[in-house]
C-alpha cells in the first residue's frame, strides 16, 4: 500500500538543538542509541527536526480521511476526486474509492498519531495502514520505530471507555518493557545469571531474552498469566 518512503538521519542536527539549550556548543558526538531513546520518550523539542515521508497509494477515502484528521506536526497531499479533474463524478463516488495519499510528518507527529491509530479501537482498515508505515520507519530507524506506539503503551494503562482488554495480557507487558526500554544494556540477573531490566515503576527486576520476551525471574510475577 506504501509506494514510496524518504528519511534523512539529522541526529546530528537533533543533539545540536538540544545541546543549545543547555548552552553548549556543537553536536559534539554523534548521539547513541540510549541518547536517541530518551530524548524521543521526554518528546524534547529538538524531536520535531526529524522528518519522515511517505505516499499511500490505493488507500480507501474513508481511511484517508482519518488520517487527515491529524493536523499538528503532519502535512497531507491527497489525490483529487473533483469532477473537471477526473471526469467521474464524485458524488457517485463511494466512501470507498480509491486515493493516493502523501504525508510528511515529524517525530512528534508520528508518535501522536501512533497513539490513536495503533489501538484496537482504532478500524482496522486505518490500523493496517499505520502499521505499514511504523514498519517503514522501523527500516530507516528502528528507535524512532520503537517509540511509535499505542495508547496504553505510551500512557501505562488504558483510558478507553470500553478496553479491550490487551493491558491484562504478558503481551502487553513485555511490550510495555520494550517501550520504556532506553538501552540494549542489561544488568546480570543475581538468580540466573540472564539479563535483566530493572523497574521501578513495577518495583522488581525483569529478565528478558535475546527477542526482549519477558521471562520469570528473581521479584517478578505477573498477576495473571495468559500463556
Same mark, same amino acid.
Given at each position: 500500500?506504501?509506494?514510496?518512503?524518504?528519511?534523512?538521519?539529522?541526529?546530528?542536527?537533533?543533539?545540536?538543538?538540544?545541546?543549545?539549550?543547555?548552552?553548549?556548543?556543537?553536536?559534539?558526538?554523534?548521539?547513541?542509541?540510549?541518547?536517541?531513546?530518551?530524548?524521543?520518550?521526554?518528546?524534547?523539542?529538538?524531536? =520535531?527536526?526529524?522528518?519522515?515521508?511517505?505516499?499511500?497509494?490505493?488507500?480507501?477515502?474513508?481511511?484517508?480521511?482519518?488520517?487527515?484528521?491529524?493536523?499538528?506536526?503532519?502535512?497531507?497531499?491527497?489525490?483529487?476526486?473533483?469532477?473537471?479533474?477526473?471526469?467521474?463524478?464524485?458524488?457517485?463516488?463511494?466512501?470507498?474509492?480509491?486515493?493516493?495519499?502523501?504525508?510528511?510528518?515529524?517525530?512528534?507527529?508520528?508518535?501522536?498519531?501512533? =497513539?490513536?491509530?495503533?489501538?484496537?479501537?482504532?478500524?482496522?482498515?486505518?490500523?493496517?495502514?499505520?502499521?505499514?508505515?511504523?514498519?517503514?520507519?522501523?527500516?530507516?530507524?528502528?528507535?524512532?520505530?520503537?517509540?511509535?506506539? =499505542?495508547?496504553?503503551?505510551?500512557?501505562?494503562?488504558?483510558?478507553?471507555?470500553?478496553?479491550?482488554?490487551?493491558?491484562?495480557?504478558?503481551?502487553?507487558?513485555?511490550?510495555?518493557?520494550?517501550? =520504556?526500554?532506553?538501552?540494549?544494556?542489561?544488568?546480570?540477573?543475581?538468580?540466573?545469571?540472564?539479563?535483566?531490566?530493572?523497574?521501578?515503576?513495577?518495583?522488581?527486576?525483569?529478565?528478558?531474552?535475546?527477542?526482549?520476551?519477558?521471562?520469570?525471574?528473581?521479584?517478578?510475577?505477573?498477576?495473571?498469566?495468559?500463556?
Amino acid at each position: 500500500m506504501i509506494k514510496w518512503t524518504e528519511y534523512e538521519d539529522v541526529w546530528a542536527k537533533v543533539k545540536r538543538s538540544a545541546r543549545t539549550t543547555i548552552r553548549r556548543e556543537g553536536a559534539g558526538e554523534y548521539p547513541s542509541e540510549e541518547w536517541k531513546k530518551s530524548i524521543l520518550l521526554a518528546e524534547h523539542s529538538p524531536i =520535531r527536526k526529524i522528518k519522515f515521508s511517505w505516499k499511500w497509494t490505493g488507500l480507501k477515502s474513508w481511511v484517508s480521511v482519518h488520517f487527515v484528521r491529524h493536523k499538528i506536526g503532519i502535512e497531507h497531499w491527497v489525490s483529487t476526486q473533483r469532477t473537471d479533474r477526473t471526469g467521474i463524478d464524485r458524488d457517485k463516488l463511494p466512501q470507498g474509492a480509491l486515493v493516493e495519499h502523501e504525508c510528511e510528518a515529524d517525530a512528534q507527529a508520528l508518535i501522536n498519531i501512533s =497513539r490513536k491509530r495503533l489501538c484496537s479501537q482504532a478500524s482496522p482498515e486505518t490500523r493496517e495502514a499505520w502499521k505499514e508505515v511504523v514498519e517503514r520507519i522501523a527500516r530507516h530507524d528502528p528507535v524512532l520505530a520503537s517509540v511509535c506506539v =499505542r495508547e496504553c503503551v505510551y500512557r501505562g494503562f488504558c483510558p478507553e471507555m470500553k478496553p479491550c482488554g490487551y493491558t491484562m495480557t504478558r503481551e502487553y507487558q513485555n511490550e510495555l518493557l520494550r517501550y =520504556r526500554r532506553r538501552s540494549g544494556v542489561q544488568d546480570l540477573c543475581e538468580t540466573c545469571g540472564k539479563g535483566v531490566v530493572k523497574c521501578n515503576a513495577y518495583g522488581g527486576e525483569y529478565t528478558m531474552n535475546d527477542d526482549y520476551v519477558v521471562v520469570q525471574c528473581k521479584k517478578f510475577k505477573l498477576e495473571r498469566d495468559d500463556d
